[in-house]
């Protein structure tokens, strides 16, 4: 998993500060499979990351382990993973003093400890978990500390979401253990309260409590060899999260060959490694098509795309705008009419929705119930309910009994399109208006789409199972979504195992 994974702290004397970090460092070359003591470029293992002038500006409280690092080695995926203070790439170590400021001062969540998202393309994706560890001789009795997530892929990054909360939780109830036990005791020994009330009247313990410097971790927690265990911690949720959780290309847009070709790797500079990147792309999907389903195998020689823009021409804006919106957030979709036009229509529309979320009947006999399928066909001569909210009916008219001067397609529905599209909608439509997109490149950009919003349906559904129900939004907006976006993503979650947790 190329991510990077720091400890924070807050510095009474000198802010926010970041005392530990974890990076995976890998090896590609098969030509040489000896087991190596470290799979990253060599010199990484040379650098001094601390320099005379850094140690003075620093106090006991900003400091961890100096120029000392932690290596841990997994032979079998030719990984290493290497534990110093401070990142030993200039601009991560960039990137994460940004990232540790915003952590622990603005970036915070609303009860000040808890999970918070920021970042951008430019300076990266940051997931954080700020938290507070008892400490006797700080200003407030507790010391202010995050856990910060660093990566350059923002989805795969909120994909892993709720597998780096859940792990990430779990190492800081034991740090909160550690120190409350070490508090505990000092209280026994000499309450802070008194001490402070004595400090404040102008007492002889004034003078010593203020020369008092903060304390390291390993003197909070009294654990002399915590950075040992926060370094096996964040190992382990590096290794499990690259053995569980892979990086997909969207819906096979890339050819088979490339898709099963993982052999070609660049380590890039900053510690992230590409993957194909020496591999061309190919985009000419028509040569790549993906083979239907059963029910729609008769269609031959058109695409999804192309029958969404015969559809749109000749319904018009809004009638497209309603089908297309009942599409997206799980209404029924009844088609009536001609067989051969019948299937077009439901294999264009039912191309919106992924895999998991479409039940289709394209030659049913009799109506069907919107539980049973949700992208139904019939012929004229089948009894069909009438237009409601729950069922979108689009009705084609034979040639021969289509008086002159009206549509050939209708669509019934008394359902009402919100003031506010979804956001999925919107780029749809934009990408329909725009003529000078070729229908395979539309295909790729509707592919990509529906992935995104399948993948952000994914985050909120599993957070939802966790039990996170109140504070969605937040995450919701954190993934380009917002609350028009919700009857989408439902619907979308629909396709989803129903317990996620």
């Known amino acids: 998993m190329n991510a990077v994974i720091a400890m924070c702290t807050f510095c009474e004397m000198h ?47 900003c400091q961890s382990m100096g120029n000392v690092k932690y290596l841990s080695n997994d032979h079998e995926t030719r990984t290493s993973f290497l534990s110093a203070q401070r990142p030993l790439l200039h601009e991560v170590n960039l990137s994460l003093k940004q990232a540790c400021i915003r952590s622990l001062s603005c970036e915070v969540h609303p009860g000040k400890e808890g999970v918070c998202y920021f970042g951008d393309d430019y300076r990266g994706h940051v997931l954080s978990h700020t938290f507070t560890l008892k400490d006797a001789q700080a200003r407030g009795l507790r010391r202010w500390c995050s856990f910060i997530v660093f990566m350059r892929d923002k989805q795969f990054l909120l994909n892993m979401w709720p597998f780096l909360v859940d792990n990430l939780k779990e190492v800081i109830r034991e740090l909160q253990d550690y120190a409350e036990r070490k508090y505990n005791a000092e209280e026994a020994e000499c309450p802070q309260r008194v001490v402070r009330l004595s400090t404040a009247s102008g007492g002889s313990g004034s003078q010593s409590n203020s020369n008092k410097q903060p304390r390291t971790l390993c003197e909070i927690t009294n654990e002399k060899h915590v950075f040992v265990r926060i370094h096996m911690w964040l190992v382990w949720i590096l290794s499990a999260g690259a053995r569980h959780f892979v990086e997909i290309l969207p819906m096979s847009l890339l050819d088979e060959e490339l898709n099963n070709n993982v052999d070609h790797h660049i380590e890039t500079e900053q510690g992230f490694t590409l993957v194909n990147a020496k591999s061309l792309v190919d985009t000419n999907l028509n040569s790549i098509e993906s083979t239907p389903c059963p029910e729609f195998a008769e269609i031959t020689g058109k695409t999804p795309t192309s029958i969404l823009r015969d559809l749109r021409r000749v319904l018009g804006r809004d009638q497209f705008r309603q089908i297309l919106y009942s599409t997206l957030i799980g209404v029924q979709i009844l088609v009536r009419g001609p067989r051969c036009q019948t299937i077009e229509s439901l294999y264009g529309l039912s191309s919106l929705v992924p895999k998991a979320c479409r039940r289709v009947q394209t030659q049913a006999t009799e109506y069907m119930d919107p539980n049973a399928c949700n992208f139904i066909g019939v012929d004229t001569l089948v009894a069909v309910p009438l237009p409601c909210a729950n069922v979108c009916r689009l009705d084609v008219v034979p040639a021969e009994h289509m008086p002159a001067g009206t549509k050939s397609h209708i669509v019934k529905w008394t359902g009402n399109v919100p003031a506010k599209l979804p956001t999925l909608l919107n780029k749809l439509e934009k990408s329909l208006d725009n003529e000078k997109l070729p229908d395979s490149v539309l295909r790729a950009h509707f592919a990509a789409l529906q992935e995104e919003w399948a993948n952000i349906a994914k985050v909120v559904h599993a957070m939802r199972g966790r039990g996170h129900r109140g504070d969605l939004l937040g995450l919701m907006i954190s993934l380009g979504a917002g609350a028009h976006d919700q009857k989408l993503l439902d619907a979308w979650s629909m396709g989803l195992p129903s317990n996620p947790a």
């Open 15 to 61: 802010g926010p500060r970041v005392i530990f970090t974890t990076q995976t460092y890998h090896n590609f070359d098969d030509r040489n499979m000896e087991r190596l003591k470290f799979y990253g470029p060599k010199e990484v293992l040379r650098q001094n990351q601390m320099s005379s002038e850094d140690c003075q500006r620093e106090c006991d409280g």
